[in-house]
């Protein structure tokens, strides 16, 4: 794996702790923590830019085809993300039974989290399955593993078919969100409801943050052609991305651009730039060895920090009070807090999981080629 994007995407979950901080306690603005949630555009460009990265990891033969089936893949991305994805689901439906005849239900940070509604067998299955369209999950961050297991089953499909290359399946990718686009534009101008649970794949499929991913898959064959930024650039770029990225939107500089694609051109244009950024580092300054670590439990700090961040906040009002901080040492206290609980749960449960599955599918005697670097992703 490629220290950088690593790096990057322990980046993006702290991005995404920062947007879940009630910050706004100390009046930091509400917009400005919402742009927090570039942590997630920053991941469906990586996420975009890894499978490809995994199913032709050949640089010398970019044009060959891929030695990795259509049921391996999707395999292997279930495992990935799923396990651990139900085990906090579980957790959350647990403690929303626990301290549902309590004082802390009432408890509007707590009750964010875990609340009644998340008992809901219905929400908990739709959740498992990723149907839930646009409403909020069992853990309300889910929603953004619809979205990544929108494009595995797409890239899985497209490989059912037949097509092995790099070039035929961006291609079809790339035709395949178009399409859906064109689809619910003429489906939603000819009257019909498409609020329906039917419409729902469709409205998935083509909803802007999909494309998103065909982005990062551009990106990789940038990568592997060598189109690389220089490295003063490439440096400047890095630095200079995330504040350039909140100065436009603060300012709305780049207002009404892209219409519904607004977030896919601004937010994920910029999240392009950061990680090309730090693709084209990785030779001159690559991030040090003890943050792969921090990449490492990075999905299990995007799903733990929701979990957390109730109990933290509430801990420290019942003790030291909010007085006693200000927004800095509180996103200090949120981000190392998270850190922590996090790593503990990638090396006691994650870990262990996609342990277990690479010992699986020695035992199906399933190709290896390239399972470290995909369970790793």
């Not at 802390?104 to 940070?109: R, V, Y």
């Not at 794949?201 to 802007?208: A, E, N």
């Not at 090396?347 to 010992?359: G, H, M, S």
């Not at 080629?369 to 790793?376: D, E, F, P, V, Y």
Request: glycine fraction near 6%; include cysteine.
């Amino acid at each position: 794996m490629i220290r950088n994007i690593q790096f990057l995407r322990f980046l993006a979950a702290a991005m995404v702790v920062f947007a879940h901080s009630p910050l706004t306690l100390y009046g930091v603005s509400p917009y400005l923590i919402k742009l927090g949630g570039f942590g997630v555009d920053v991941f469906f460009v990586i996420s975009g830019f890894i499978i490809p990265f995994i199913l032709f990891p050949r640089k010398e033969h970019t044009n060959d085809t891929t030695t990795i089936s259509w049921a391996t893949f999707i395999s292997r991305r279930f495992f990935r993300v799923w396990p651990l994805y139900f085990l906090m689901s579980l957790f959350v439906i647990a403690l929303s039974y626990a301290i549902l005849e309590t004082p802390l239900a009432s408890n509007q940070d707590i009750a964010l989290a875990y609340n009644p509604s998340k008992l809901d067998l219905r929400l908990f299955l739709e959740s498992m399955s990723f149907t839930h369209a646009f409403i909020a999950p069992t853990i309300n961050v889910g929603w953004t593993l619809q979205f990544e297991f929108a494009f595995y089953i797409t890239i899985a499909l497209i490989m059912f078919m037949g097509v092995r290359r790099y070039e035929t399946l961006t291609l079809s990718f790339a035709c395949i969100l178009f399409a859906s686009s064109l689809t619910l534009a003429a489906v939603q101008s000819s009257g019909i409801n498409t609020e329906h649970s039917a419409y729902r794949p469709l409205l998935l499929i083509s909803h802007p943050m999909m494309f998103e991913f065909l982005l990062g898959m551009i990106l990789f064959r940038i990568f592997r052609n060598g189109l690389l930024i220089r490295k003063s650039f490439a440096l400047m770029a890095a630095v200079i991305a995330i504040p350039a990225f909140i100065v436009c939107e603060r300012h709305d500089l780049f207002g009404g651009v892209g219409g519904t694609f607004h977030r896919t051109i601004v937010w994920g244009g910029f999240a392009f730039l950061l990680v090309w950024a730090a693709l084209s580092l990785e030779k001159h300054i690559a991030a040090p060895k003890w943050s792969m670590l921090l990449g490492d439990s990075s999905y299990s700090l995007y799903l733990v920090h929701w979990l957390a961040l109730p109990w933290i906040t509430y801990l420290i009002g019942i003790s030291c009070g909010f007085d006693a901080l200000n927004s800095t040492l509180l996103m200090i206290i949120n981000l190392v807090s998270c850190i922590v609980i996090s790593i503990a749960v990638h090396l006691l449960i994650e870990k262990p999981i996609q342990q277990r599955f690479r010992k699986l599918q020695q035992s199906w005697s399933m190709p290896a080629s390239g399972i470290k670097a995909l369970t790793a992703e």
